[in-house]
C-alpha cells in the first residue's frame, strides 16, 4: 500500500489467494467518511488506486474489511498522511 505520505492516489495492493476484501473506507481523523468502496474483490492480484487529490491536507484512516477463507472476518486500519 502506498505512497505515505500520499499527494494524488493511494493504492492498495495485495496478491493473497483465499482473501476476499468486503469493503475499503477512508476516513478523516474526526471519524467522516472520505470514500467507500465496496466490494467483493478476490485478494489475489487485487489493485485499486482511491483518488484523494480533492482531499484536505492532513491524517486519514483506511479501513479494509476482509475475509479469510470466506468465514473469518478481520478489519486492518491503516493511518496515511495526505500532503499537498
Not at 483465499?18 to 492480484?45: A, E, K, T
Amino acid at each position: 500500500m502506498g505512497p505515505n505520505p500520499v499527494t494524488n492516489y493511494y493504492t492498495i495492493t495485495m496478491h493473497q489467494i483465499g482473501i476476499v476484501i468486503v469493503q475499503i473506507n477512508i476516513l478523516n481523523m474526526q471519524g467522516g467518511m472520505v470514500s467507500q468502496l465496496q466490494g467483493p474483490y478476490s485478494g489475489l492480484n487485487f489493485n485499486k488506486a482511491i483518488d484523494l487529490a480533492m482531499q484536505k491536507e492532513g491524517m486519514y484512516l483506511v479501513q479494509i474489511q476482509f475475509l479469510i477463507d470466506g468465514q473469518y472476518p478481520k478489519t486492518r486500519t491503516y493511518k496515511i498522511f495526505k500532503s499537498l
